[in-house]
């Protein structure tokens, strides 16, 4: 049974830094193209940022870019996204997914499993 586990959500103030983790069990991450996605309140699940399995490439949202990072450690099959710099507009339930055969990395339509989410709150 496939399980992705995120953890490290929490409430921070604007400019503050956190890392989620997203330990998967059931299947190994440098199999699965893998990507953090989040949900706003009233708003659609968007792209955050992504990796590929192929060759670990990585893709970010233009709204991210140059304050998250993202990453995996195959040896403790686990997927990071560390945000920093973060914004009140980064406020989002964030979720971690993966996949395999993707052809668009930021489509979560193509995902094939999900984490059950972690809270994300920026205060301004």
């Known amino acids: 049974q496939v399980q992705l586990v995120e953890s490290g959500g929490g409430l921070v103030q604007t400019g503050g830094s956190l890392r989620l983790s997203c330990a998967a069990s059931?299947?190994?991450?440098?199999?699965?193209?893998a990507g953090w996605f989040r949900q706003a309140p009233g708003k659609e699940r968007e792209g955050v940022s992504c990796?590929?399995?192929?060759?670990?490439?990585?893709h970010y949202a233009e709204s991210v870019k140059g304050r998250f990072t993202i990453s995996r450690d195959n040896a403790k099959n686990t997927l990071y996204l560390q945000m920093n710099s973060l914004k009140p507009e980064d406020t989002a339930v964030y979720y971690c997914?993966?996949?395999?055969?993707?052809?668009?990395?930021?489509?979560?339509?193509?995902?094939?499993?999900w984490g059950q989410g972690t809270q994300v709150t920026v205060s301004s």
């Open positions: 997914a993966a996949g395999y055969n993707i052809a668009t990395m930021t489509n979560p339509y193509e995902y094939d499993y």
């Open positions: 059931g299947l190994y991450l440098d199999d699965y193209a």
């Open positions: 990796i590929a399995s192929s060759d670990g490439s990585t």
